[in-house]
């Protein structure tokens, strides 16, 4: 079974219309991240969170919200989704243990389209 | 800030020729430093990685050396695959937290 889980895998929705995604880990890690990637420019950080009661803006966090309502869940909202949010999503996580060197380890992603 | 430039893609290469990917970065302290690569329809993995200058992280043949002197950390393979037909990103973490991305190159490999 995969260790970080996304739903959905795909979604395509309207301009205006409220959105979540959803990521769950089984890795037992305590930081979890939001990510996008647009072709040409790489990942962009949209929110992490440290801790469940510890959530941080990343470089792009307008137009998103986020809640991590366990240590293993952490989900995304587009309160109000626009076109430009199309894009895929990622979530990810990360151990704080010493020695660990903040390695990644990734979803599948989600293939968001606004209409 | 903290920033990792790669080289553009697409690279397109033929089977069995040798593969460099170029990466510097711009950061302060000692960062550590990562090649994730992203196949087709999955998320990022982790490739390899080096914690420290000189150090070289290797995995599945293929190679990177953390060069402080240059602030480089180029990926290199003897040998491509057709399987190895993905997207590779550089990237850098400092400060324990935050992981800065490059903006991926594709690589193409043709049979």
């Known amino acids: 079974d995969a260790d970080v889980t996304q739903t959905p895998r795909n979604r395509i929705t309207k301009t205006g219309k409220r959105i979540m995604l959803e990521c769950s880990q089984t890795?037992?890690?305590?930081?979890m991240y939001w990510y996008r990637q647009d072709p040409g420019l790489g990942l962009r950080l949209i929110y992490y969170s440290f801790d469940v009661k510890d959530i941080n803006k990343g470089e792009i966090s307008d137009g998103y919200s986020v809640s991590r309502q366990a240590q293993a869940k952490f989900s995304l909202s587009l309160e109000s989704a626009i076109p430009n949010q199309t894009a895929l999503y990622f979530c990810?996580?990360?151990?704080?243990?010493?020695?660990?060197?903040?390695?990644?380890?990734f979803g599948p992603g989600t293939r968001l389209t606004v209409l | 800030g903290n920033s990792v430039t790669q080289m553009e893609g697409p690279v397109t290469l033929s089977e069995e020729a040798f593969l460099t990917i170029n990466c510097t970065y711009t950061?302060?302290?000692?960062?550590?430093l990562f090649w994730y690569v992203q196949y087709p329809g999955e998320g990022l993995q982790l490739l390899l990685k080096a914690t420290k200058a000189d150090d070289k992280g290797s995995n599945k043949g293929f190679e990177a050396t953390y060069r402080k002197e240059t602030t480089s950390f180029h990926l290199e393979k003897g040998s491509v695959q057709v399987s190895d037909s993905a997207v590779y990103f550089c990237?850098?973490?400092?400060?324990?937290?935050?992981?800065?991305f490059g903006a991926g190159t594709r690589l193409f490999v043709k049979a």
């Open positions: 990237a850098l973490s400092s400060g324990g937290f935050k992981t800065i």
């Open positions: 890795k037992g890690h305590d930081r």
């Open positions: 950061a302060t302290g000692y960062p550590s």
């Open positions: 990810a996580t990360s151990d704080s243990a010493e020695g660990t060197y903040n390695e990644q380890f």
